[in-house]
């Protein structure tokens, strides 16, 4: 089955620190990966993906994402936290093609809070 | 946000009532999609369109309706019939490639959040 899991709901991080949200996947085939944010009634914005290459995507923002074939993992990172950070997160892989369409699966979101 | 608009950003609908939540991009993407988003919950895909004058339905489609009668306008149409409205609703746009078989990375509106009272 395909799926993506976010295992933790919220992630509390102090200004000028290191981040990380976490993301593993399930998917048959090689994976198309993507990172979403989305701040408070808005829409998401699109941060970065991976679909081939080097395994470390660096995206908008100050945002970066390793991806890691054996974990099947696809962390989002950033090397030192703002305030202006603190949103909800989303980690989506690009299912198999059913039906026409390769369906975007994505996880149920995990919530950055950034301390000042 | 860019690109693609949503209107209303706020909607009221009375119980027994159709309501229509317009989309509109001018990125020429040819693909588009809403989206229901639930409190603690990731977003589930009502309907896509890959192709003017082309929709299918996806995960939650019932008591929702679609047109795609311009490449740049993909309404959706909450009906009487779909019980539990209340939601945030988003729509999306991407690019395809080799004649609609590949969807490029999806780009998000503002959403629109609608409430039954």
């Known amino acids: 089955a395909q799926s993506v899991a976010q295992p933790e709901d919220q992630v509390n991080v102090a200004e000028g620190n290191p981040l990380t ?33 080097d395994n470390l ?3 908008s923002y100050g945002f970066e994402a390793e991806f890691n074939k054996s974990q099947t993992s696809f962390h989002l990172k950033k090397p030192s936290a703002l305030v202006s950070d603190s949103a909800l997160y989303f980690c989506a892989v690009r299912g198999a093609r059913t039906g026409g369409y390769n369906k975007l699966i994505f996880g149920a979101g995990t919530r950055l809070a950034v301390h000042p | ?41 990731g977003l589930r895909l009502i309907y896509y369109s890959q192709i003017v004058n082309d929709f299918q339905k996806g995960d939650i489609a019932e008591g929702y309706s679609v047109s795609r009668e311009k ?14 409205p209340t939601a945030f609703y988003l729509c999306a746009s991407s690019k395809t490639y080799g004649a609609g078989v590949v969807t490029d990375t999806q780009y998000f509106g503002p959403g629109t959040r609608l409430t039954v009272l």
């Not at chain 1, 949200?21 to 699109?46: A, D, I, M």
């Open chain 2, 1 to 41: 946000d860019g690109g693609i608009t949503q209107s209303p950003k706020y909607l009221f609908r009375k119980e027994g009532q159709n309501v229509t939540l317009s989309c509109e991009q001018n990125l020429n993407h040819d693909a588009m999609y809403w989206y229901r988003q639930d409190p603690g919950q």
């Open chain 1, 57 to 59: 995507v660096k995206g």
């Open chain 2, 71 to 84: 490449k740049e306008s993909f309404p959706l149409t909450v009906t009487s019939a779909q019980k539990n």
């Open chain 1, 21 to 53: 949200v976490k993301c593993t996947y399930s998917v048959s085939g090689n994976p198309y990966l993507f990172w979403y944010v989305q701040y408070p009634n808005r829409g998401l914005q699109f941060l970065l993906k991976y679909i081939t290459g």
